[in-house]
C-alpha cells in the first residue's frame, strides 16, 4: 500500500470507528494531529479522551475488509475521497462546527468549492412549488451558481432538474456515495455526476436510515452561501436546513405562498423569523452580490500570486490594471449593443455554456451587464 493509500486508511478507520462523528475526530485530531497517531495512541490515553471503550478497540483492530472496500471504491475513474486536509476540501463547508472529516464524492469534487445556492423543500409540493422551483434553480444555474439540494423526491428533485436545464448541480446524499434514494431518482443522479457532483458523508454501502438525513441537511447548508425553501410544511427537514443555515451564518430566503396552502406555512414562519421574502431570482442575486464579489476578489488575488500571473498566465484573473481583461471584453463585444441570449453569446465566442455563464455573473454583478426578460442580457454602457 503506498504511502497516500495508509493516510487514507488511517482517516478510514478513525471515520469507521462506532460513535466516532465529526466533533469526537476533530477533538481527536486536534490533539493528536493525525489520524495515524490517533490509530498509535495508547487506548487508556484514547479512553481519557472520551472515546467509548468500542471505539478504541476498533481504532486498535481496524477491519482490514471494510478499508480495503472503500479504497476500492476510490479507484474507480470518477470517485474521489476528500479529507480535510485536501487542498479540494470546500472551504465553506470546513467553516462549520461539525465539518465532515471525510466527503465521498462521485463527478467533480471542484465543484464544491464554487459558489452554491441551496434549494430546499416539500418532498409533496404542489404543481405551483414545482413549477416555482424548477424556474428559480434553472435561473440562479443559468446566472452562474450551482444549485445544491439533497435528491430527495419533490422540490429536491426539480431544484436539480431545473439546474441542469442550464448549469450545473450537486446532490447531498443521506446514503452512500455508491446508493441511490430513492431509487426513482437513479437516472437523475447518473445525470448529475456526469456534470455535477453527488457527495455524501457516509461510506460505499451506507443505506437510507432516518438519523443520517438531518446531517445531510446541515452538509447541504454548509455547502452553500445562502437557503432558498421554495414549499414547506411547518415541521419539515427543510425546515431543518433552514435552521442550520441560520446557525451557520447563512443567508436564508423563501418563497410566499397562498395563506390556504399549508405547504406555504414553513415559508411564512421562516420570514416571520427572519429570512428573506423572494419573488424572483434576481432578488437572490443582489442580496448575495456583495459576497460573490467578495469571492471573485479572493480567486483573483489568489492567482495574481500563482507562477506567470505578471504576465497574464493566470485563467482566474477579471481585471489588469483596474480595467476588465481580454476576455471579459472580448464577451462584452460578442454581446453588441441588443439584448442577446446564452446560446448566442456560446455560439458567437466558441466558449462552453459554463464559461459564459460564470462569465456573466461577474459582468453582472460588476455593473456591466444586466438580464432581462427571456433569459437574454444586455450591455449597460459601464
Not at 476500492?72 to 465553506?92: F, G, K, S
Not at 418532498?123 to 439533497?150: C, H, I, K, M, W
Amino acid at each position: 500500500m503506498s504511502r497516500s493509500a495508509d493516510s487514507l486508511a488511517a482517516w478510514i478507520a478513525l471515520m469507521l470507528a462506532p460513535g466516532v462523528g465529526p466533533r469526537t475526530a476533530a477533538r481527536l485530531l486536534d490533539h493528536y494531529g493525525t489520524p495515524e497517531a490517533v490509530l498509535a495512541a495508547p487506548g487508556r490515553c484514547l479512553t481519557d479522551s472520551g472515546v467509548t471503550p468500542a471505539a478504541v478497540a476498533a481504532l486498535k483492530a481496524p477491519d482490514p475488509r471494510s478499508i480495503e472496500r472503500i479504497l476500492a471504491w476510490n479507484d474507480q475513474p470518477d470517485a474521489h475521497l476528500l479529507t480535510r486536509v485536501d487542498p479540494r476540501y470546500p472551504p465553506l463547508l470546513a467553516e462549520i462546527p461539525d465539518a465532515p472529516p471525510l466527503l465521498y464524492v462521485r463527478g467533480d469534487p471542484s465543484l464544491l468549492a464554487e459558489p452554491q445556492i441551496a434549494v430546499v423543500g416539500s418532498r409533496n409540493p404542489t404543481p405551483t412549488g414545482v413549477e416555482l422551483t424548477r424556474d428559480f434553480a434553472r435561473r440562479l444555474a443559468g446566472d452562474g451558481l450551482l444549485v445544491t439540494s439533497g435528491l430527495a423526491i419533490g422540490v429536491d428533485g426539480a431544484a436539480h432538474a431545473g439546474a441542469l436545464e442550464s448549469g450545473r448541480t450537486i446532490a447531498v446524499l443521506g446514503t452512500g456515495p455508491d446508493r441511490v434514494y430513492p431509487a426513482v431518482h437513479r437516472d437523475l443522479a447518473r445525470r448529475i455526476a456526469g456534470c455535477g457532483a453527488l457527495v455524501s458523508e457516509l461510506p460505499p454501502g451506507e443505506g437510507p436510515v432516518a438519523r443520517n438525513f438531518p446531517r445531510r441537511n446541515r452538509m447541504i447548508s454548509g455547502l452553500s452561501l445562502a437557503v432558498l425553501v421554495t414549499e414547506a410544511a411547518i415541521k419539515s427537514g427543510s425546515l431543518i436546513t433552514a435552521r442550520c443555515a441560520l446557525e451557520q451564518g447563512r443567508e436564508v430566503f423563501a418563497l410566499p405562498g397562498s395563506i390556504r396552502n399549508p405547504l406555504a406555512r414553513g415559508c411564512h414562519a421562516l420570514i416571520r423569523d427572519g429570512a428573506k421574502l423572494v419573488e424572483d431570482p434576481t432578488e437572490i442575486l443582489a442580496d448575495l452580490a456583495p459576497v460573490l464579489r467578495g469571492m471573485i476578489r479572493a480567486d483573483d488575488s489568489a492567482a495574481s500570486e500563482m507562477p506567470g500571473a505578471a504576465d497574464g498566465a493566470a485563467d482566474g484573473s477579471r481585471r489588469r490594471g483596474g480595467s476588465l481583461d481580454a476576455d471579459y471584453c472580448g464577451l462584452l463585444d460578442a454581446m453588441g449593443f441588443e439584448p442577446v441570449a446564452t446560446d448566442e453569446l456560446i455560439a458567437r465566442t466558441g466558449r462552453t455554456a459554463q464559461e459564459v455563464a460564470s462569465m456573466l455573473l461577474v459582468l453582472e454583478l460588476e455593473g456591466h451587464v444586466l438580464s432581462g426578460p427571456g433569459g437574454r442580457f444586455y450591455r449597460t454602457g459601464a
